[in-house]
């Protein structure tokens, strides 16, 4: 196993993930396969609980593990599957050496940062690494990503950890890419100081980088590239510029131009493999179409929705349609936002804030014909506004919302559970798709395999009467609700579940094919 160390310098929010994940691709273009893990310095046990205007999505991944929003990053980058052992958490680490010390693993032993949680950390990394599977073959490579920056008191076990991996390692087969801000002055010139300054950090620590990724906005030249080659050590060709790219998916690319793909090649000590360039091809086809969507939105925050909105793009990309979105705040909302936009959607969330504003939304769409997709939240909230304005139910309601009649309750394992961290229903569910339906017509398939993250569902209660006026549910895992469409409508489409979660750019999500497709046959914006 061969493992890549991904660490950040200067400031957060740099684009470590992207950057991890491009690697990633590089590598899997060449033939290799790869694997990844992404240590989360925080003490949460996961990103389950966290507040999505603060932390971003919460990534679900096949196993019901509530992730950073990284992880999504490398399952779409790299089209692989990983599971909770991927995602490393301060409060994971600490809970289960704690766990081993109550139970008396440690024989007496005074448990210490140094050597417990290091090597509890180390274990980990290499569990998860060299455990992992995917068509029944091991990884070749592992990426691991430090979340937070070098000089993080939160990160420092973590570095530390790194540290004496190095030292365990055989040459060749563990390496460190560190990625800092290479900012610009006022005339336009590059400033190698906080670079400087960041590496020398990590030196401290005993860490040497064998790879500078310099975030700018600006290309970075030979003169810079070398007096950063010069101050820190690193060879000049493996100083990196990483310049905004007009698309993530782009990304790998860019770095590739740069040259990285051959310096990662020489450091691990990895034989000459042909470059594949199909999935280059496909992000960058060219669009011959345009469309609009309205998504109608809680939370204010765009990488709340990143998955959504990636979802969209891979669908998008391969009807060769460019899609627009225009944010729709969900409590200042009335039908005049929705007159120019050619599909709406309705994303998960949880609470009451804005729900009245995301069921006008849906009604809407549904009277004015407007293609509409509906996402767990909203595939709930479709089901409220059917029963109170076609089902005769005026005072319809989630059990979530308050007081009325409760059309949406909670999961039956979910009553009197007080545990709110990993406790809903999570992962992967088969879902058995009805023949003759919509959602026989995007699936081609009899059963399904989707992510969900909830804790409501509809009520079995009213589902003869919804039936009966007319609302189709075409997706069900046994007495569950999972998918609903009306007949009628160009699209009006929801799902329990999160179909973002699957999407892919060689796979896009079927619900959004379908839904983008709609919107393009019905398009009224230029």
């Known amino acids: 196993m061969k493992y890549i160390v991904v660490t950040g310098g200067v400031m957060s ?24 893990v992404k240590i989360d310095p925080y003490l949460n046990i996961d990103a389950g609980t966290m507040n999505p205007a603060q932390h971003g999505e919460v990534f679900v991944l096949r196993d019901g593990a509530e992730v950073d929003l990284d992880l999504g990053n490398y399952e779409r980058f790299m089209d692989i599957e990983l599971t909770s052992d991927h995602n490393i958490t301060t409060g994971k680490i600490y809970r289960t050496v704690i766990d081993k010390e109550r139970h008396g693993d440690y024989l007496g032993e005074t448990v210490q940062i140094i050597p417990h949680i290091t090597d509890m950390i180390k274990c980990l990394i290499r569990n998860a690494a060299e455990n992992w599977r995917t068509n029944g073959d091991p ?44 900012p610009a002055d006022s005339m336009g010139d590059l400033k190698t100081k906080p670079t400087q300054h960041s590496v020398k950090a990590l030196r401290e620590l005993g860490l040497y980088p064998d790879v500078i990724v310099g975030r700018s906005e600006l290309p970075v030249g030979g003169h810079t590239k070398r007096k950063i080659s010069a101050f820190c050590d690193v060879p000049e060709r493996a100083v990196i510029s990483a310049t905004t790219a007009p698309d993530t998916y782009h990304v790998p690319m860019e770095l590739e131009k740069e040259g990285l793909a051959d310096v990662l090649m020489d450091l691990l000590r990895l034989g000459v493999h042909n470059l594949s360039t199909d999935w280059y091809r496909l ?30 793009k891979h669908a998008g990309r391969s009807l060769s349609t460019e899609v627009n979105i ?140 919804l039936e009966e006026h007319g609302l189709i549910f075409s997706g069900r895992n046994g007495n569950r609700m999972e998918i609903l469409e009306l007949p009628d409508h160009p699209f009006f489409f929801a799902t329990q579940f999160h179909p973002e979660f699957r999407s892919r750019p060689t796979r896009p999500s079927p619900p959004f094919i379908g839904f983008v497709t709609a919107c393009k046959a019905g398009k009224k914006t230029t």
């Open 13 to 36: 929010g740099l684009g470590k993930g992207i950057t991890a994940a491009s690697i990633g691709r590089i590598l899997k273009n060449r033939g290799y396969i790869v694997t990844a």
């Open 139 to 182: 990884a070749d490579v592992c990426i691991v990503e430090v979340g937070g920056t070098v000089g993080d008191i939160e990160s420092m076990p973590f570095l530390e950890a790194v540290r004496q991996m190095h030292g365990e390692s055989a040459p060749g087969d563990f390496i460190l890419v560190h990625v800092t801000l290479i």
């Open 283 to 312: 992000v960058t086809r060219e669009y011959t179409s345009r469309i609009t969507v309205a998504i109608v939105t809680k939370y204010g925050v765009e990488d709340v929705y990143m998955s959504i909105k990636e979802a969209l």
């Open 326 to 465: 225009r944010w729709i705040d969900a409590e200042d909302c009335d039908d005049s936002d929705f007159n120019e936009v050619d599909g709406v959607l309705i994303p998960g969330g949880f609470g009451t804030r804005g729900i009245e504003g995301k069921i006008a939304a849906i009604r809407c769409a549904r009277e004015k014909k407007i293609p509409l997709l509906g996402l767990c939240l909203g595939f709930q909230l479709a089901v409220v506004e059917y029963a109170r304005h076609i089902a005769g139910i005026s005072d319809a309601i989630s059990a979530e919302m308050g007081d009325g009649t409760h059309v949406i309750i909670i999961l039956p394992e979910q009553e009197g559970e007080m545990d709110l961290g990993g406790t809903m229903r999570l992962g992967d569910y088969p879902v058995a798709i009805t023949p003759g339906t919509v959602a026989d017509r995007i699936y081609e398939a009899a059963e399904v395999i989707e992510r969900h993250r909830h804790r409501y569902e509809v009520n079995p209660e009213y589902i003869p009467l």
